[in-house]
Structure formats: C-alpha cells, structure tokens
C-alpha cells in the first residue's frame, strides 16, 4: 500500500492519524460550549423525536449516535472516568481533544511519534504530580468548601447542593471514604416529590397486598434472596401417591416455617422473587408488612441498613433462636401512596440517607437526577483527596510548572511536553470563552499575573471578566476529578497517537473459501 513517491508516502502514513484526531475534535466539539458556569445545554434528538437537553458530558456523549472507532474510544475512557469518580468527563474530554491536535501538529512537522509520546508521558506524569502538590484538604463536612463544590458540580442549583451537603453530614465522613460507597447511588429523583434527606432507603415498589398494613413500626426485618415459596416437587411425582404425600408434607412444612416467622414478631419482609398464596394469605393475616420483586442491589441494602443477614428459603427450616440472628431491625416502615414507594427508615445496622429530589413534571426527573449525582459525586471526591482551585486556574498553574520542568527533556521529546502544556490552557480558554470573552488574551493574562504576583489559583470571573483568587471566591474542584480527567486524557492521546493503520476487519464468521486481498480503499472504510 506503499508509495513511491515520498510525499504521497507520508501523507498515506498520515491518513490513520489525521482520521482519528478529527474525530476526536468533533467529540469535543459536542460538549465543549457545556463547561463552566456560562456553558449552554445540548439538545439530544432520537430517531422518534424523543428529546433531551442537558448539559451532562457523559449523557451527551453515551447518546450520541457515533461511529467512528477513535471516537468510540474517547467515549468509553469518559465514560470510565464517570464510573470511577462521577464527574470531569467534559475535562477529560476537552483535555483528551487538545493533547491529540498538538500532538499530531508535532508529528506533521516532522517530530517522530515515539518521540512524542515520550515527552506526553513525561509531561502527563509531571502535571499529575504538581496537581496533587496543590491539593488542599477539606478540614470536615461542615467546611464550606464543601457546598461550593456541590453547587459548582449542581449546576448552581441550590437546593440540591444543600440535599447533598445535607446527606453527607447524615452519613458521616467515615462512610464517605468507604471506596465501595457511592454517595450518587443514594440519589433518587422523582415527579411531584418535596425535596428531601432522611435517613434511611427507598423501595421504588409498592406493598405486596393492599390488605396488608401500610405502616410497621420497630419491627424485625426478614431479607430473603429467594421466592418465598414451599419446596417444589416434580410433577411426575406428584402423579404418584408417595409423590403426592411428600407434596402435601411440603406444604405443611412451608406453613409452619411462616408460623415461625410470625412467633418470632417478624413485621417486614423484602423477597427478591415472588411469594406464594399461601405465605401472601398467612402473613397478611398476621399483619407483617411484605415487598416481593425487589432487586439484588436494594436487597443488599436494605440488609445493610436493617443489620440483617441475607438468606435463601432454605434458612426458614433453621429453628426459631437460629432464625432470630438472621433478622435485621427497623424503627419505622411505610408506604407512600403518592409516589408508589415503600420507605425503610431507622435501621440498627449501617446508617445510610436517601437523597430525594423533586422534580415538576416527568420531562426534567433524569436530569434533575443527573445534576445531583454529579454534585454527589464531587462532594465525596472532595472529601476524599481535597480540592484545588476552579475555573482553569489550577490547569495553568501547573503548566507553569511543567514549562519550567520541560528543560529536563532533551531532544524532540520536549515536543510532547509542550503537548501537555498546550493541552492545560484549553479548560480556562473554553470555561472563559462559553462566558463571551477572548479565550487568548483571558489565558495570557492569568498566566503573567500568576507569574507576577505568585498566586496560582488567580482565574478569571466569568460575570465580570476579572482576575480574581478562586478559592478565595469559592470556586473550587476536587483534586480527585481533576486528576482522574487528565490520566484519562493522557490514555487516550497515546493510544490514539500510536495508531498508524486502521483496516476493516472481516466478520467473525465468514464462510469457507480462499481468503481475498482487501481493496487499499478499505483501510480507511467505516
């Protein structure tokens, strides 16, 4: 596929490169005008009209319809970064995009890309470090630091900022660092609710009957992973009079494992699966509160907060003092007719806080949803690894830095730490830029006024234009998040930068015959 002439050579060689970063850029392009407090929302439209505006970096770009395998590759590293911290897709995305187009401005100029790629990893490796250096530590949940973090990442809704902030105190800063707890996953919104913290967890089902009580108070809790119903038998067996005799023992059995539940006080039951008549008919009658169908995940949950041990059907033969250690306890359990959701409330295990968010009409509940979760998010990234100044100011202070460290590489490798460099003044240029300023002259000022005057957290206002201290005005981002944005970043520049042929694979299953030669057009066939 070669040719002979040397600029139709480099140029074929090229063709990988140059493919891959337009798409990366028009990724970018996408989300891009959402950043910052002036960013503007993107309208979503489906091939049935269906609409969705928000401004949600991950929600624009998991819904775009994209095709392109580099851009496809962008997608799935921002939608890593929202699984892992909850926030800074668009940086990462932004940043990703800029470190790409300067590094493909130094390859067509002639710099080798191993070269490039060396100094990338440098540079990347370097700013991660300097960002760390300036992260501040929050010195608690009531540090007011926090509430601008939420509010920032809330889209300046205030209301949900104070929910979150409100739930964060609930849990306590011990839960908050628990790498396996999500403070989002506690988020729920719903049409026509009050907003609302509380301390406890929603079941978005309903009561299993009508009949049953639609309140318990201080009651054992029985959390089953199981259909609540007696042994079943094969039905051939049940043919034969033995077959029929064991059905029948069964049955009796399955009732008096109920009536076991009932001496013992039980007053909740949550089973994953469905429940029998038989135990829906007992348990009614004896006024136990009972929700079937729920998922694995609120099942766990609900075991976690209520302090019970989750069971199969299995345990229910175990005697009434073995079967008592495996309930849980909760102060108070109850349906909310209006909303169609059951609420668990004062458990003796782990404290856990539902955060409810009301919405006016079914059209704005996911992202009302989404707004909360990414302030959520940040807080809890906040509390973990502490925070460093917003707005883009961090981003150019530490391409201060690394401007002075890029002396340490010699050679063509410095190239790729310009790179980085580069790729750090696009946050402010863009956050400025949605605001109605001039990107170049708002970055060039911030940078000589920190050179000057030895604050590396000067920014820009985006009401006023100004330089301002951001931290000093509460704008603020959590170290965590801009770490993760820019390690994200860096991934997908070297992979991308590293591709120098895309070819069209064949099916996975093909039929037999001798394998054809693939026309050159394909290599670059999507």
């Known amino acids: 596929m070669k040719q002979t002439t040397g600029g139709a050579e480099v140029d074929e060689r090229l063709a990988a490169l140059l493919s891959n970063a337009n798409a990366i850029r028009a990724i970018a392009a996408a989300v891009e005008g959402t950043i910052g407090p002036k960013g503007l929302d993107t309208m979503l439209v489906d091939r049935f009209g269906e609409v969705t505006i928000t401004n949600d970096g991950v929600t624009i770009l998991e819904q775009m319809d994209v095709n392109h395998p580099a851009a496809r590759l962008l997608i799935n590293i921002a939608r890593a970064q929202q699984d892992e911290i909850g926030d800074g897709t668009t940086t990462a995305t932004i940043l990703a995009s800029a470190l790409v187009s300067e590094g493909v401005n130094h390859v067509v100029r002639g710099v080798p890309v191993a070269r490039v790629i060396e100094g990338l990893r440098f540079g990347v490796r370097r700013a991660l470090e300097l960002i760390q250096s300036h992260a501040r530590p929050v010195s608690g949940l009531d540090d007011a630091i926090l509430e601008r973090i939420a509010y920032i990442a809330g889209r300046e809704n205030g209301d949900i900022a104070e929910l979150v902030v409100q739930a964060a105190r609930l849990i306590g800063p011990e839960k908050l660092l628990d790498p396996n707890f999500k403070l989002a996953d506690t988020v729920l919104a719903q049409e026509g609710a009050d907003n609302e913290v509380f301390l406890g967890l929603v079941l978005d089902r309903e009561r299993l009957s009508s009949q049953m009580p639609r309140e318990k108070q201080n009651v054992p809790v029985l959390v089953l992973d199981d259909a609540l119903d007696p042994e079943e038998i094969e039905e051939e067996a049940l043919g034969t009079e033995t077959g029929f005799s064991k059905y029948l023992e069964l049955q009796e059995e399955f009732r008096r494992n109920l009536g076991k539940l009932v001496e013992l006080g039980v007053g909740f039951?949550?089973?994953?699966?469905?429940?029998?008549?038989?135990?829906?008919e007992i348990l009614t009658d004896a006024g136990v509160f009972v929700v079937d169908q729920v998922a694995g995940d609120d099942l766990k949950l609900v075991a976690e907060h209520t302090g019970a041990r989750v069971v199969k059907r299995s345990a229910l033969k175990k005697s009434p003092a073995d079967l008592k250690g495996y309930l849980g306890f909760a102060g108070r359990v109850y349906e909310d007719e209006k909303l169609g959701q059951v609420r668990l409330l004062g458990g003796k295990g782990k404290p856990l806080a539902t955060i409810l968010v009301g919405a006016a009409t079914e059209e704005v509940v996911d992202e009302r949803q989404r707004i909360a979760r990414d302030a959520a998010s940040a807080l809890q990234a906040a509390v973990r690894g502490g925070v460093v100044p917003g707005g883009g100011a961090l981003e150019?202070?530490?391409?201060?830095?690394?401007?002075?460290a890029r002396e340490e590489k010699r050679g063509m490798s410095a190239y790729g730490v310009d790179c980085v460099v580069e790729a750090l003044k696009r946050p402010l240029g863009q956050i400025v830029a949605n605001a109605g300023f001039n990107p170049l002259e708002k970055i060039e000022e911030v940078w000589a006024a920190q050179n000057e005057k030895g604050e590396d957290d000067l920014g820009v206002s985006c009401e006023s234009g100004r330089l301002v201290p951001m931290l000093a005005e509460g704008v603020a981002d959590p170290a965590l998040v801009k770490i993760h944005a820019l390690k994200a970043a860096g991934e997908v520049a070297e992979a991308i930068l590293r591709i120098d042929t895309i070819i069209k694979r064949?099916?996975?299953?093909?039929?037999?015959?001798p394998v054809q030669e693939a026309p050159e057009s394909a290599a670059l066939d999507f």
Do not use: Q
Request: a positive charge.
């Open 396 to 404: 150019i202070a530490v391409a201060r830095e690394l401007g002075r």
């Open 506 to 513: 064949k099916d996975p299953v093909s039929p037999p015959g």
């Open 269 to 280: 039951v949550v089973v994953s699966r469905g429940v029998h008549n038989i135990a829906e």
